[in-house]
C-alpha cells in the first residue's frame, strides 16, 4: 500500500513538473510573438517617379512584310538545251542583258531558207512590175507575188520572234537570285532560270485596324524598323491605300515606299511600321520599369504617406508620418522613350515605386532613394 501511494506521487510530481514546463514554453512564445508584433515594420528602399503629363503624335503600329517593285521568275518560253550562261548569282544587271542562251542551231537554219525566199519573192515582185509596164503580165500575176512577199516576211518575222525567246534575258534592271540551271540542261517551257528582284525602292506591305483606317492618307510618314538592323530607323511614306476592307480580319491594306537609297532592306524580311497620324494626345505616363505585369492584370505600387501609429489607434496632431506602398491596377497604353502611357488608374502628380517592387507587398512601408536607377 506504501509502495503504490508513492509511486503515485512520483507520477503526479512529475505530471507538475511538465505542466510548468510547457506553461512556460507556452508564457515565452507568446511574450515574443507580441515582442515581434510590436516591432516597427521593416522599410524598404526603392526609387520613386512622378506620373507625368506629355504629348505624343498618335502613332499606328504594324508588322510589315516587305516586297521588290518589281520581281519575277526569268523562265525559258521555248524547250531546248542550255548553249550558254552569261550571268553570274546575285550581281546586277540591266534591262536587256543576256542571261541564257538556249540552243537556236535549228532556228537560226529555218531562219536562212525563210529569208532566201523572201529575196525571191521581192524579186519576183520587182520582176513582174517591169514586166507590167511592158504589158507583158498580168496585175494577177503581181498581186500572187505581193501576197508571197508578205507571207515570206511574215515568216521571217516569227523566226526572229522565236530566236529572241531563245535568247533570255532581264525584262528590267535589278538583282539576281541564285542560278538554277546548267550548261546543256534541257529547259522545258516554264523552267525557272533566275529570280529578278527590283528593289530601289522597295515596298512595305501592312495592315491596320478598320477603325485606325480614317488617320491614313498618301503621304504619311512611316519609320520601319527590322531586326536585321535593330539600330537603324528607315523613314518612307505611304504610296497607297487599299480602296476595301477585308471582310475577314477587318483590316485595311497599306503599302508604304522607302527609298532604300544603301540595299540594306530585301525582299522577304519583316519589320515594325509606325504610321504617324500628325494628331497629338495627351497620356499620363510612368517609367517603364514601374509596370508590374502579371497573367490577372498590369499594376503600379503607389506611394502614399500614412501617420506612422498603432492600428485602430487616433493619430495625434503631432504624428510622424510614414510612406506606404498600395496596390493599383492599371491600363497600359502606348511606349514611347522608356516611358508608358497609363489610360486607367493614376492620376499626373502621384507618386509610384519606379526600382525595387521585387521586395514589396501591399501596405509595406518604404524608403526613397532617387539615386538608385532601375
Excluded at 520582176?127 to 503580165?137: D, K
Excluded at 480602296?243 to 480580319?249: C, G, I, L, P
Aim: charged letters at 15%.
Amino acid at each position: 500500500m506504501i509502495r503504490f501511494v508513492a509511486g503515485t506521487l512520483l507520477v503526479l510530481f512529475f505530471f507538475l513538473i511538465l505542466s510548468g514546463l510547457f506553461a512556460f514554453k507556452a508564457m515565452v512564445n507568446s511574450k515574443i510573438a507580441y515582442a515581434i508584433s510590436h516591432l516597427p515594420a521593416p522599410v524598404v528602399t526603392v526609387s520613386s517617379a512622378k506620373v507625368s503629363s506629355v504629348k505624343w503624335e498618335h502613332v499606328i503600329g504594324a508588322v510589315a512584310s516587305l516586297n521588290a517593285v518589281q520581281g519575277v521568275n526569268v523562265t525559258a518560253q521555248i524547250a531546248g538545251n542550255v548553249t550558254g550562261i552569261y550571268f553570274h548569282s546575285g550581281e546586277k544587271v540591266k534591262a536587256g542583258q543576256r542571261l541564257v542562251q538556249v540552243d537556236d542551231s535549228t532556228q537560226l537554219a529555218q531562219l536562212r531558207a525563210d529569208e532566201a525566199n523572201e529575196s525571191l519573192a521581192a524579186i519576183n515582185v520587182e520582176r513582174t512590175q517591169n514586166l507590167i509596164a511592158h504589158q507583158a503580165a498580168s496585175q494577177s500575176q503581181l498581186d500572187t507575188y505581193v501576197a508571197s512577199l508578205a507571207s515570206s516576211k511574215a515568216i521571217v518575222a516569227l523566226d526572229k520572234a522565236t530566236l529572241r525567246k531563245l535568247n533570255i534575258t532581264a525584262p528590267f534592271s535589278g538583282y539576281l537570285g541564285i542560278r538554277q540551271v546548267s550548261l546543256g540542261q534541257y529547259l522545258s517551257p516554264g523552267t525557272a532560270v533566275v529570280v529578278i528582284n527590283k528593289w530601289t525602292p522597295i515596298y512595305a506591305d501592312f495592315n491596320i485596324p478598320q477603325n485606325e483606317s480614317p488617320e491614313l492618307a498618301v503621304g504619311r510618314k512611316v519609320d520601319l524598323s527590322v531586326d536585321a538592323f535593330p539600330r537603324h530607323k528607315f523613314v518612307g511614306k505611304i504610296q497607297a491605300i487599299s480602296s476595301s476592307v477585308d471582310t475577314n480580319s477587318r483590316t485595311v491594306q497599306v503599302q508604304a515606299e522607302f527609298k532604300n537609297r544603301h540595299l540594306l532592306l530585301r525582299p522577304g524580311m519583316f519589320g515594325e511600321v509606325s504610321v504617324h497620324t500628325g494628331v497629338e494626345h495627351s497620356y499620363a505616363v510612368v517609367p517603364d520599369t514601374a509596370i508590374t505585369y502579371n497573367t490577372y492584370g498590369d499594376y503600379v505600387y503607389l506611394i502614399i504617406s500614412k501617420p506612422a501609429t498603432e492600428a485602430g489607434k487616433i493619430a495625434p496632431k503631432n504624428a510622424r508620418y510614414e510612406k506606404i506602398v498600395r496596390e493599383v491596377p492599371v491600363v497600359t497604353g502606348p511606349q514611347r522613350d522608356g516611358m508608358t502611357a497609363v489610360l486607367s488608374g493614376l492620376k499626373v502628380g502621384q507618386v509610384v515605386v519606379s526600382a525595387g517592387q521585387i521586395q514589396l507587398h501591399p501596405g509595406a512601408v518604404v524608403k526613397i532613394n532617387n539615386t538608385i536607377k532601375p
